[in-house]
């Protein structure tokens, strides 16, 4: 009989390429990985992959078999949509990256409470939500995008929803000059400034040098802090000033103040479940939680906008 953990790994496989990848995308070991595929094969009869001593690749077979997983995976789901409970129950599963965790986390767990045959778990990931989602491993994920283009992604195995426009802010020391809202906020001024800023390779890193690009650039490189939250108890401390998502501040931050910035930068939020548990009441109550939740911190943080196409 064919394990369905098994057939989310292969099909998981076919769309990273590798198994390192995989193992990375998933969080398991590239070992475990390969031992759970050759576990596939033996079920099947079937060589499902072609390895060689640096790489693998799907043979004809396994192509075939992913095509037969995909559909097999999706029939499961909306068998357990179909014959889930019309009262949302079960266990959901969520995962965010950290500043939407610690923002979204009280809002959601208000409006998911009034179910009582429902609990869920909220993880935190640094690292892209999709293949979770995918591979089934949660059912929801909150992710970020900066290029506004993410819902090609995925194609339709995924269902995005738009939760919000989370604009970057300046933020200062609550005594700073530019902390006065009746000055005009000159950037230039800023330039000489200890700028703090998340590591390269971050997607707020990117942010901040497009902005420091609009005057002219820093004079040295800027300080650099893991952690939104790091960056902003410094902020509050005097210790320098720095450009971040206004979603960071939604649980309030004595000791600084917030400036709009005269360029509009902006990251989008979504959340991401399986096109085929849509209908899962269970997770429809709980992306409808999260539009709430999103609506209700749009109300409440600086320099926010309710998303147009939402």
Same mark, same amino acid.
């Given at each position: 009989?064919?394990?369905?953990?098994? @057939?989310?790994?292969?099909?998981?496989?076919?769309?990273?390429?590798?198994?390192?990848?995989?193992?990375?995308?998933?969080?398991?070991?590239?070992?475990?990985?390969?031992?759970?595929?050759?576990?596939?094969?033996?079920?099947?009869?079937?060589?499902?992959?072609?390895?060689?001593?640096?790489?693998?690749? @799907?043979?004809?077979?396994?192509?075939?078999?992913?095509?037969?997983?995909?559909?097999?995976?999706?029939?499961?789901?909306?068998?357990?949509?179909?014959?889930?409970?019309?009262?949302?129950?079960?266990?959901?599963? @969520?995962?965010?990256?950290?500043?939407?965790?610690?923002?979204?986390?009280?809002?959601?767990?208000?409006?998911?409470?009034?179910?009582?045959?429902?609990?869920?778990?909220?993880?935190?990931?640094?690292?892209?939500?999709?293949?979770?989602?995918?591979?089934?491993?949660?059912?929801?994920?909150?992710?970020?995008?900066?290029?506004?283009?993410?819902?090609?992604?995925?194609?339709?195995?995924?269902?995005?929803?738009?939760?919000?426009?989370?604009?970057?802010? @300046?933020?200062?020391?609550?005594?700073?000059?530019?902390?006065?809202?009746?000055?005009?906020?000159?950037?230039?001024?800023?330039?000489?400034?200890?700028?703090?800023?998340?590591?390269?390779?971050?997607?707020?890193?990117?942010?901040?040098?497009?902005?420091?690009?609009?005057?002219?650039?820093?004079?040295?490189?800027?300080?650099?802090?893991?952690?939104?939250?790091?960056?902003?108890?410094?902020?509050?401390?005097?210790?320098?000033?720095?450009?971040? %998502?206004?979603?960071?501040?939604?649980?309030?931050? %004595?000791?600084?103040?917030?400036?709009?910035?005269?360029?509009?930068?902006?990251?989008?939020?979504?959340?991401?479940?399986?096109?085929?548990?849509?209908?899962?009441?269970?997770?429809?109550?709980?992306?409808?939680?999260?539009?709430?939740?999103?609506?209700?911190?749009?109300?409440?943080? %600086?320099?926010?906008?309710?998303?147009?196409?939402?």
């Amino acid at each position: 009989m064919l394990d369905v953990r098994r @057939l989310r790994l292969l099909r998981e496989f076919a769309e990273r390429g590798s198994i390192a990848a995989t193992a990375k995308a998933l969080g398991y070991t590239a070992s475990a990985v390969s031992q759970q595929l050759a576990v596939l094969e033996r079920e099947v009869g079937a060589t499902l992959l072609d390895r060689t001593a640096r790489s693998a690749e @799907l043979t004809d077979a396994g192509r075939r078999l992913v095509r037969h997983a995909e559909r097999i995976l999706r029939m499961i789901e909306f068998a357990e949509a179909d014959m889930a409970e019309p009262e949302p129950s079960g266990h959901v599963v @969520l995962t965010a990256f950290p500043t939407a965790a610690v923002a979204f986390a009280p809002a959601l767990a208000h409006g998911l409470r009034r179910h009582s045959g429902l609990t869920f778990q909220l993880r935190q990931s640094a690292g892209d939500g999709l293949p979770q989602v995918r591979s089934g491993e949660v059912d929801v994920a909150l992710i970020d995008d900066w290029t506004g283009r993410l819902p090609t992604r995925g194609g339709g195995s995924l269902r995005f929803t738009l939760l919000m426009h989370d604009p970057v802010v @300046l933020v200062v020391p609550s005594d700073h000059w530019a902390a006065d809202p009746d000055v005009r906020l000159d950037l230039r001024r800023l330039r000489e400034e200890p700028w703090m800023a998340a590591p390269p390779g971050e997607p707020s890193r990117e942010a901040f040098d497009r902005l420091l690009t609009d005057v002219g650039g820093a004079p040295s490189m800027p300080w650099e802090f893991e952690g939104l939250g790091t960056i902003l108890g410094l902020v509050a401390r005097g210790v320098g000033v720095a450009a971040i %998502p206004s979603l960071a501040l939604t649980l309030g931050v %004595p000791g600084i103040a917030v400036r709009s910035l005269p360029r509009a930068m902006t990251r989008y939020v979504y959340a991401v479940v399986r096109t085929a548990s849509v209908r899962r009441p269970s997770v429809a109550v709980t992306v409808e939680a999260l539009k709430s939740a999103a609506a209700d911190l749009d109300a409440r943080r %600086p320099g926010a906008r309710a998303p147009e196409d939402g």
